[in-house]
């Protein structure tokens, strides 16, 4: 693996449990299902809109933006969460924010090595897998392995850097942007930036993945 950027975590607000804010989630969800005013299967319908659909959306119309405006990419590059705030994208998680930008020879990819920190401002609710342990250590130490499992295969020669999130850093990773898209409005830009590609274990849709 090269270029494996290791921060140090200080006053940390995860762990590899819960937090106070999940357990209670948790134990009212519970409780709901419980009391029969939650359905299981539909509660999981929700949850999964929020971590792949709604959420997600932020950061796709940051990356968007990117794309199509020089001057805003010069901003998030320069100050990430200040570029972001611009699009009204703010809030707890989405502090101290950093961009981290794929090119022809580097591919990005973020994890968060002792917990789960995740920009929930830009993302959405964090996907079960970026949690798990499994991810967090061989994201590190295997990032190759890790993106073929997503279904990303890089050309050898393209560097792959792993950033690790902190409680003072998060990343937004922001993908190529595909051939064949000039031209296109921030808006159908916006469908081709999926969670994954925001996290760097995938790749943004190409054209003909969407629809026109």
Request: with cysteine.
């Amino acid at each position: 693996m090269s270029g494996h950027d290791h921060h140090h975590h200080h006053d940390h607000e995860h762990d590899n449990h819960f937090t106070p804010i999940e357990a209670r989630v948790r134990a009212l969800e519970s409780l709901m299902v419980e009391k029969g005013y939650v359905d299981p299967a539909a509660l999981d319908v929700i949850i999964d809109t929020y971590e792949t659909k709604v959420g997600p959306r932020n950061g796709a119309r940051v990356v968007a933006k990117a794309w199509s405006d020089p001057a805003y990419a010069a901003r998030l590059k320069q100050d990430a969460t200040a570029a972001i705030a611009e699009l009204g994208y703010t809030g707890r998680q989405g502090e101290h924010m950093v961009s981290v930008w794929n090119t022809p020879d580097e591919h990005n990819m973020v994890v968060c090595t002792l917990c789960s920190c995740y920009p929930w401002s830009v993302l959405g609710l964090p996907p079960v897998w970026y949690k798990s342990p499994p991810y967090r250590s061989r994201a590190v130490i295997d990032p190759r392995g890790v993106l073929a499992e997503f279904g990303v295969t890089l050309p050898e020669a393209k560097r792959i850097r792993v950033w690790d999130s902190t409680a003072e850093i998060r990343y937004l990773v922001i993908p190529e942007r595909p051939a064949g898209t000039e031209g296109w409005s921030e808006e159908r830009l916006a469908d081709l930036v999926t969670r994954d590609a925001m996290i760097g274990t995938g790749l943004a849709r190409q054209p003909a993945e969407v629809a026109a």
